[in-house]
Every structure is written in structure tokens, then in C-alpha cells.
């Protein structure tokens, strides 16, 4: 693999995570999440080892602590909605800085915030150490539907493209709108969206064809990329310390 | 010398009446670098997608190495023909240029290290090995052109068509295509509107215009001819005059 990369979620390097095969990867991180989910809610002390754990992948990452805390922000718009469960509320209030709040809102609170930066945290890890390609081949040998990772690749593929196309629209209608209100533009884009459709849509056709002609009979052939090192017993080691942490809360609840 | 790809006869009528073509007659010979040349409209890429039956002809043949186009004949018929579209953003639709010169290979339905071995030797014949894990989108003009030019090549075809491989390429770009051109070695048919490229990489040109063959002969001969260029819509750049170069 080259040194340029494929999307800006992804952060250089060649750490033992980032040589793991994207597959062991994958299913780490719907392990981890199973484990960070199955958790009670109550259990405090279970989510800070769960934090421990995901701090040992991070660090085998070599991933720098700002770049990881940037990338966690993503959440902050789901999360927003979980503070304003202790002000609506039922049951039981107890008096914080002279602010009314309810009990089990606070605790639900906890519960979404404690469990989605645990489970962002672990998404970040992988988006980080793997590519985009990699993610896709890593869930076609997982036997994922070859059809939905192929939509998948497609999607990341063309993402680009039509992006491109549209600020190349956005340019022309600019060079020719001059210094008139952003209101303009926004009407002149929403106008524009029916064209780039159409665009988007001949595209389809004629990459349709592109592939008819390379011998597609609609199936996508499987991935024959370069594999990685598995390392399952490393990789399950990390799994089932999130799960020893978990069924160890369940037990004691 | 060999007959390789023979077209008979040719004819396609869109649904809403235009008339691509219009019965097209010629035949490559094996090893022979011709230009497909004509004015926008003229049918050219209809041309192409006929010729393996992604446009399917009303009339007419097109026969490849003795193999005859028909559904049953398409897999045998597109891995013979490899078509470079003209946009490589159309050409190369996976995720990585590996993958995309690993597809058509992987449709044969070759075993994984045959895939392996035609991928990294298609990637060489166009120096792109350095590339291989690279995203499409991430490539210059020139690098994805050859990129386009692999994803063929690793089918082993018998002749490629290219759809005017020189839209978008700088100077540079455009000489180092011609460069690769001349070393891939297998027959060629290059559609283009770049009458100098044609001049310097093919000996014989065939003039399309209107769906029906208007000229068939030696490229030097052909833009020379003031009458035909005009009546074709075809024209030199400013300043070129075919009989001072030598042609191939």
C-alpha cells in the first residue's frame, strides 16, 4: 500500500493495530460494542475498566490522545439530546446547583454518554488504523452481502466524484451570480440538485457499462487483496476483557 | 497478415429513431494500430459499444478471432475486445486501482493467484505497481489513464479499443501515452479527435462519419486529402501540415 490515503477519518501509521487484519478489527469492535451495551447502567466502576480497555487499543494504535478526542467529538450531536433528560424527567428529583433534576434521567444521561464514547472511541480506532478499502474487503471475508459492501465501495468511491461535480456548479453559478446574498445561491442550488441527479444517473449508466465490458454478470467478484496478519489470539485476548468486564457488572448488579 | 476483428454490415437505430449506424464494413488485421476517426455524432461510440454488445446491432456481424458476437458469445467476445472508456472515473469504480485491475480477471472467474499474477503484470506493462493500493480518485490525469489502461490488459485481450485516450492529458501526459502505446503491443483501435496522435501512432485510419464508413486508408493519405477532411468535419490544428512529418 502507497503513503497517500484514501480518507481524512484515517491517521498514518504502522502500529500493531494498524498491520491487524481489518477483519479481526471488525469484529472487535462489534464485541466491544456488544460488551459496553450489555453492561447496566448502574454499574460505574465497569464503564472507567471499559474505558481502560479501549485505552490499551488506542495506545497499541499509536494513536496521539488529541487526534482521538477530536475524532470522538462526532458524538456531541446525539449526545446533546441525552442532557436534556434530567430537566424532562419523571420520578424522583434530587436538588443540583439549585436546578431541579430527575434521578433516572440522570441516570440515562450516564447511560447514552458513558456508552457511546465507549463505543465512538472503539469506532475511531478502527476508522483510524484502517482504510476504507480495507474496512470493505475485511467485511467481504467476513461474508458480508457482497452486494451491500459493493454498494458501500461504490458509494465511497463516487462520493468524490460527485462532490467534485457539484462544486465545479457551484463555481459557474458563483461566476456568474457575482456578490449577490448567499440566498441566491442557496435557491440557485436547490435548482441545480435536479441536474446533478440526472448527472449522477448517466454516470450510473455508463460505469454499468464499464463493467459489462470488463465481464460483469452481476456478481461482484470477491476481493483479492493483499491479506494482513489475523492474529485472532491478541485480538480475542482484548475482546474478552471487555466481556469479563461485563459480565462481571451483570453478576453484581 | 491475420484477419483479427472483422465488422459486417453493422446497424443500430436508438429507440427514438436517430440512426447510429448506418451498416459499417471494415476488418482490423492482428497486430495493426488503426484510428477510428469522425466528427462528434458520427456514431464512434456506438461503434465501440456495439462491437461487444452493450449496444445490441439490429443488422450486421462483428466476428473476433473466428468467435461470432452474440449473447451466448458475450463473455468470450468482451474478454477478446477491451474497451478503455473515454472518462476514467467511468473505468475504474472500485476502491483501489489493485482491485479494479484484479475485477475483470476475477469475472473470468480465474483462480486467485492466476487474478494475482495478471493484475501485478498489467500494473507493471503501464509502471504503475507504486499505485496499486491507491484510491482512483487520488490519481493524476496521466496516472489514471494508465490505471484505465491496466483494468484491459489484465484481461489479455486480443485488441484494445481506446475512446479517445488523449481527452484531458497535458502535453506530458499525452507523449508518455503514446510511449505506452507503441510498448503494450497488442492491436489497437483509437478513437480520437486528436488528428496529430492518430498521424503519429497509426499507420491506417478509418473515417466514420454519418454511421457509415466514409474512408478507409493510410492516415498520412487521409489527412492530406483537403476535400475529405472537409466534408467530414475533420480538421488539423493551425500550423500542422501532415506532409512535412513522417508518419508510422
Known amino acids: ?253 | 497478415m491475420n484477419v483479427l476483428l472483422e465488422v459486417e454490415d453493422l446497424a443500430y437505430t436508438y429507440p427514438d429513431g436517430t440512426e447510429a449506424l448506418r451498416g459499417v464494413t471494415f476488418s482490423v488485421a492482428e497486430g495493426e494500430r488503426v484510428a477510428l476517426l469522425g466528427p462528434n455524432g458520427a456514431g464512434k461510440t456506438t461503434l465501440l459499444l456495439a462491437l461487444i454488445g452493450i449496444v445490441r446491432a439490429q443488422r450486421g456481424e462483428v466476428r473476433v478471432g473466428g468467435v461470432s458476437l452474440s449473447p451466448e458469445t458475450y463473455p468470450e467476445v468482451r474478454r477478446r475486445i477491451g474497451i478503455v472508456f473515454q472518462d476514467p472515473d467511468d473505468q475504474l469504480f472500485m476502491p483501489t486501482v489493485w482491485r479494479d485491475v484484479a475485477f475483470g480477471p476475477a469475472n473470468l472467474g480465474l483462480p486467485d493467484e492466476e487474478v494475482e499474477a495478471r493484475t501485478r503484470e498489467a500494473l507493471a506493462a503501464v509502471d504503475m505497481d507504486e499505485q496499486a493500493g491507491r484510491a482512483p480518485h487520488h490519481l493524476s490525469g496521466g496516472e489514471a489513464r494508465r490505471a484505465a489502461i491496466a483494468t484491459v490488459l489484465s484481461m489479455r485481450p486480443d485488441v484494445i479499443v481506446l475512446d479517445e485516450p488523449t481527452s484531458n492529458l497535458d502535453p506530458v501526459g499525452r507523449r508518455e501515452l503514446a510511449r505506452l502505446l507503441t510498448t503494450v503491443g497488442t492491436t489497437q483501435i483509437v478513437v480520437t479527435h486528436d488528428l496529430p496522435f492518430a498521424l503519429q501512432l497509426c499507420p491506417r485510419s478509418i473515417v466514420l462519419n454519418a454511421g457509415r464508413v466514409a474512408a478507409d486508408g493510410p492516415t498520412p493519405r487521409l489527412l492530406s486529402d483537403t476535400d475529405l477532411m472537409a466534408a467530414n468535419r475533420l480538421e488539423l490544428p493551425y500550423g500542422f501540415d501532415p506532409g512535412t512529418i513522417a508518419g508510422r
Do not use: C
Open chain 1, 1 to 253: 500500500m502507497s503513503g497517500v490515503h484514501a480518507h481524512a477519518l484515517h491517521y498514518h501509521g504502522h502500529s500493531p493495530v494498524h498491520r491487524l487484519a481489518p477483519e479481526v478489527k471488525i469484529v472487535a469492535l462489534f464485541t466491544f460494542v456488544a460488551a459496553v451495551i450489555a453492561t447496566p447502567t448502574q454499574a460505574v466502576w465497569a464503564f472507567g475498566v471499559l474505558a481502560g480497555v479501549l485505552a490499551v487499543a488506542v495506545g497499541l494504535a499509536e494513536l496521539p490522545v488529541g487526534f482521538f478526542l477530536k475524532r470522538l467529538s462526532i458524538e456531541i450531536p446525539f449526545v446533546i439530546f441525552a442532557l436534556a433528560m434530567p430537566f424532562v424527567g419523571q420520578g424522583p428529583h434530587v436538588e443540583v446547583g439549585g436546578m431541579s433534576l430527575s434521578v433516572p434521567g440522570l441516570w440515562g444521561t450516564w447511560n447514552v454518554l458513558a456508552k457511546a464514547t465507549l463505543s465512538v472511541g472503539a469506532s475511531v480506532v478502527l476508522s483510524a488504523t484502517t482504510e476504507v478499502a480495507d474496512i470493505l474487503a475485511g467485511f467481504d471475508r467476513l461474508r458480508a452481502p457482497r452486494l451491500l459492501t459493493a454498494i458501500s465501495g461504490f458509494m465511497v468511491r463516487y462520493l468524490e466524484v460527485v462532490a467534485a461535480e457539484l462544486g465545479r456548479v457551484r463555481t459557474a453559478i458563483a461566476a456568474r451570480l457575482g456578490d449577490r446574498p448567499r440566498r441566491r445561491e442557496a435557491a440557485t442550488l436547490a435548482s441545480v440538485s435536479g441536474t446533478m441527479f440526472i448527472r449522477a444517473y448517466e454516470r450510473g449508466e455508463r460505469i454499468h457499462q464499464a463493467m459489462l465490458a470488463r465481464g460483469y454478470t452481476g456478481v461482484m467478484p470477491a476481493a483479492a487483496a493483499p491479506r494482513l496478519p489475523v492474529r485472532w489470539t491478541a485480538a480475542v485476548s482484548w475482546m474478552a476483557a471487555a466481556w469479563v468486564v461485563a459480565v462481571a457488572a451483570i453478576l453484581t448488579a
